[in-house]
């Protein structure tokens, strides 16, 4: 006995329907799944440079846990003068020089494979890396000016970046946000030297 004759035409168009219903259904859920975990993935990208943004960045301190991690590097790296660039070249150049400045970040993730890099603000960036020391802080931030330099040679698009870092214990009474205000300062310091040595 075959399918037709035990369920009848009839019968059978209607089991083929049912699983067709069915399939629609589970592939609108798998689709629906898919866009649900491609917009949480979007949430922390930067629109304009692809790389973690500030809500990226805001998860991921409130994870930090002294009995995973011994130390903690954070570099903050500033744009100088985004502001006159975007006044006198446009938005679009201005646009270009995050990007490329996000594409040397990125690579030294690539080359020191525990570091991530973050797009907090317009024109400032913060790198960050696990159980690191002085010397391999020192080395990341001398490649990173390398690559700068480099960059600065081989494209049209100039700009100046300011960077300030620093290494610090992981305890249970250590407190990132006083931490990273601690750096920016440094920061603050590389940035005004530098804008004088523009305008000396």
């Given amino acids: 006995m075959d399918y037709i004759e035990f369920f009848g035409i009839a019968g059978l168009f209607f089991l083929s329907c049912q699983v067709i219903l069915a399939m629609n259904f589970y592939a609108k859920q798998h689709e629906q799944a898919y866009i649900n975990k491609l917009n949480k993935n979007l949430a922390f990208i930067d629109d304009l440079t692809g790389i973690a943004n500030r809500n990226a960045f ?22 100088n003068n985004l502001k006159q660039i975007n006044d006198q ?14 594409q040397i970040l990125q ?23 696990y159980d690191t020391n002085e010397s391999k802080s020192a080395a990341i931030a001398t490649y990173l000016n390398t690559r700068y330099q480099y960059y600065k040679k081989q494209n049209d698009i100039n700009f100046v970046w300011a960077i300030g870092y620093e290494v610090a214990k992981i305890t249970s009474d250590f407190n990132i946000n006083t931490f990273i205000s601690k750096v920016d300062k440094k920061m603050y310091i590389d940035k005004q030297a530098k804008k004088q040595a523009v305008n000396s």
Wanted: charged share 30%; net charge negative.
């Fill in 58 to 79: 805001e998860k991921d301190i409130t994870e930090i846990n002294a009995n995973e991690h011994d130390t903690i590097l954070v570099m903050i790296i500033d744009i």
């Fill in 89 to 102: 070249y446009g938005h679009y150049y201005g646009d270009k020089v995050l990007e490329n400045a996000a």
């Fill in 107 to 129: 690579k030294c993730s690539l080359e020191f494979f525990e570091i991530k890099a973050y797009r907090i603000g317009g024109d400032e960036f913060i790198l960050i890396a």
